[in-house]
């Protein structure tokens, strides 16, 4: 399967300030790549979808002018979490779809913690 | 609205033991099932996956069943480890052709030496 990296693993910040996520394909081209959200003790929801060079497809319920998704070339898509608050505090994670495509790989998460 | 879901929330069990765990969905016309290993503070680890073709699949230590009349998955890992010690995701892909996958709630899976 696609190796997939994101940084940071761990980044804490002021309430009001913006957190930019990073989420690389290491040895895969990702023309889709997907953004999750994870609160403790809960399972996985899809934020949004991104497809390089496109929009990304926000789901129901979640403000794309808050969570900027940048998808500018096949290894490397942007999380950017604006003006961030105490309840955006979660666990923030990718995935790229594989050559299959209804395969998905994920990346390691990255912990978001706003003050 | 149509989710996956999962019966138990936790699962104990001694190591060596074999462990079943299990989700069931809603969706019918779901046409491809994964479950995931999830251990704390990482991101989901792909562990094997069936279509909806099929109503059993191996690989090691793990078997996925797939009953489709009553819409149940399940995960069974022979000889559990405490490596094995992890949460446990279902996800079904609704949309046939889209990499879209849709979560179950998981179960916490701990193994005791």
């Known amino acids: 399967g696609a190796v997939v990296s994101q940084h940071p693993s761990r980044v804490i910040c002021k309430s009001g300030t913006s957190v930019k996520i990073e989420c690389r394909s290491l040895?895969?081209?990702?023309?889709?790549m997907f953004w999750y959200r994870q609160f403790p003790k809960k399972s996985l929801m899809l934020m949004a979808t991104?497809?390089?060079?496109?929009?990304?497809?926000?789901e129901q319920g979640v403000e794309k002018d808050k969570f900027l998704i940048n998808h500018a070339s096949l290894t490397l898509s942007t999380l950017t979490v604006t003006s961030a608050h105490p309840e955006d505090s979660s666990f923030y994670i990718c995935?790229?779809?594989?050559?299959?495509?209804?395969?998905?790989?994920f990346g390691p998460g990255t912990r978001l913690t706003v003050l | 609205g149509e989710s996956v879901g999962l019966h138990l929330p936790t699962l104990s069990v001694q190591e060596g033991d074999n462990s079943i765990i299990n989700c069931a969905y809603s969706?019918?016309?779901?046409?491809?099932f994964i479950w995931y290993k999830q251990e704390s503070g990482k991101g989901p680890q792909f562990i094997i996956d069936?279509?909806?073709?099929?109503d059993k699949r191996q690989g090691q230590r793990v078997t996925v069943l797939l009953n489709k009349t009553v819409k149940h998955l399940s995960l069974q890992i022979a000889a559990t480890q405490p490596g094995d010690s992890a949460v446990y995701f279902c996800?079904?892909?609704?949309?046939?052709?889209?990499?879209?996958?849709?979560f179950g709630k998981g179960t916490m899976l701990l193994v005791s030496p």
């Open positions: 995935s790229v779809a594989g050559a299959k495509r209804d395969e998905q790989f």
């Open positions: 040895d895969f081209q990702a023309t889709t």
């Open positions: 991104s497809n390089e060079g496109s929009k990304a497809t926000y």
């Open positions: 969706n019918s016309a779901s046409d491809y």
């Open positions: 069936i279509r909806s073709n099929m």
């Open positions: 996800a079904e892909n609704r949309r046939s052709g889209y990499s879209t996958l849709t």
